[in-house]
């Protein structure tokens, strides 16, 4: 018989080759530099992290900020917590941000309010 390679495959190919994130992928994917293998990588730390916090649906003592997909939902989501459970309007909300010295271990609790995040860089 006949194989037919078509150009999808044929990039996907190229991709897993060169070491690349196929196209098709980031099209889906948060924004990376990554090679393919670290990307995989990646991508697996940040499943892995999800997975920990939806088996027990608690907020963590820490989240990893720039491990979520969109980072952006969830300091809205903390914001709408907070003004649901003050009754202030999410508009005249904003966020607050205190930069400490302490590692991830030193959390042993999750915030009274808000969260802590680590794994934030410039």
């Known amino acids: 018989g006949e194989l037919t390679i078509t150009s999808l495959m044929e990039e ?10 196929p196209q098709t992928w980031t099209n889906r994917a948060y924004p ?9 990588a990646d991508l697996l730390l940040r499943i892995k992290e999800l997975e920990a916090w939806t088996n027990d649906f608690l907020l963590p003592n820490t989240v990893w ?11 809205t989501a903390i914001m709408q917590s907070m003004a649901r459970k003050n009754e202030w309007p999410l508009d005249k909300m904003c966020l607050s941000v205190e930069v400490t010295k302490k590692n991830r271990e030193d959390m042993t609790a999750p915030p009274r309010e808000g969260a802590y995040v680590h794994g934030l860089f410039m």
């Open 65 to 75: 900020l720039t491990g979520f997909f969109n980072p952006q939902s969830f300091l």
């Open 32 to 40: 990376s530099l990554y090679g393919l293998a670290a990307w995989y």
């Open 12 to 21: 996907l190919s190229n991709s897993l080759f060169y070491d690349t994130v």
